[in-house]
């Protein structure tokens, strides 16, 4: 088991540019999450989706932020138009989400974004 | 919203020394897990503990559910326990609520 695969690692754009971050759930897992770390706010969920259905987004900004996911086996989450504000690190984890138990989620290692 | 307070902030350490970390929450959770994070940055999952007391290895948790509260408790510490320590809640149809987390730094 390989855990939770997060795609690129680190990413650097320019103010204005498309960033796109992929996630690949651990394998079984029905629920996928994003969250996004900076310093000054910590660790903030964004958004989660289970069986493929976008559940909570709560957590997204409004504008320039969407998520997506077409198929068991990977998430993105995507930025428009990406913002020096917008630079941290973006985290997904997946989790069995039974809803009659306990469940424990997984984070990936994260993608780390710098917009200049 | 749900809001998760942990203290202290920060805690430094000899090597064999015991450490307690607080966790407080402002609503009922469903579940209830720490993690660590290291420097550099991984997430790790150490115990989902929503009741009662769990054990493993050198941690063992606390968690009062209707005082809403947990303890992180870490005995012998070893200066590879450094790093971050997260507490983080949330009810089924949410995502998890974090801390800001406790610093730990161990010293020979």
């Known amino acids: 088991n390989a855990g939770v695969i997060q795609t690129p690692r680190h990413k650097v754009t320019g103010k204005g540019q498309e960033a796109t971050l992929w996630c690949e759930p651990i394998?079984?897992?029905?629920?996928v999450f994003w969250y996004r770390q900076t310093i000054v706010q910590g660790l903030e969920f964004l958004t989660y989706?289970?069986?493929?259905?976008?559940?909570?987004d709560s957590g997204m900004p409004k504008e320039r932020f969407s998520a997506q996911m077409p198929n068991q086996s990977h998430s993105t989450l995507k930025i428009q138009s990406t913002q020096p504000q917008d630079s941290a690190v973006y985290l997904c984890?997946?989790?069995?989400?039974?809803?009659?138990?306990?469940?424990?989620?997984?984070f990936g290692p994260g993608t780390r974004l710098l917009v200049l | 919203g749900q809001q998760v307070q942990q203290s202290p902030a920060s805690l430094v350490l000899q090597e064999g020394e015991n450490a307690e970390l607080q966790c407080n929450f402002s609503?009922?959770?469903?579940?209830l897990q720490w993690f660590y994070q290291s420097p550099g940055g991984s997430l790790v999952s150490l115990l989902s503990?929503?009741?009662g007391t769990k054990h493993t290895g050198r941690l063992t948790s606390t968690t009062v559910t209707k005082e809403r509260r947990s303890s992180l408790h870490i005995s012998s510490s070893q200066t590879t326990d450094s790093g971050t320590y997260l507490c983080?809640?949330?009810?089924?149809?949410?995502?998890?609520?974090f801390g800001l987390g406790t610093r730990v730094s161990v010293f020979p």
């Open positions: 503990n929503p009741s």
């Open positions: 989706f289970r069986n493929q259905a976008p559940i909570d």
């Open positions: 984890a997946s989790s069995t989400r039974d809803w009659g138990g306990q469940d424990t989620q997984y």
């Open positions: 394998s079984g897992h029905s629920a």
């Open positions: 983080a809640i949330h009810n089924y149809a949410q995502g998890l609520t």
């Open positions: 609503s009922t959770a469903t579940q």
